[in-house]
């Protein structure tokens, strides 16, 4: 139980980490933010069941414009 906890902090802490050094990124045209937010959004995901249903979406559509 402990394992997992820490485990699920451990993803939401880096997924915050990574969306956020995507948002500044998106600020710095030298800097691509896309690189870090996207794994950012999808660790975050695997936690927030709202999260997970945007990025089903998002990967329906992109399948959908592939045809």
């Known amino acids: ?7 699920k902090t451990i993803k939401i802490i880096v997924g915050v980490v990574l969306v956020i050094i ?3 990124g ?3 045209p030298i800097f691509q933010g ?3 937010g996207i794994p950012g959004l999808l660790l ?3 936690v927030f069941p709202p999260l997970k249903k945007w990025v089903d979406k998002m990967k329906a559509k ?3 414009r592939k045809k």
């Open 26 to 28: 998106g600020l710095i």
């Open 1 to 7: 139980m402990v394992k997992k906890t820490v485990k």
């Open 22 to 24: 995507g948002l500044i």
């Open 34 to 36: 896309w690189m870090f």
């Open 62 to 64: 992109i399948k959908n």
């Open 44 to 46: 975050l995901s695997s």
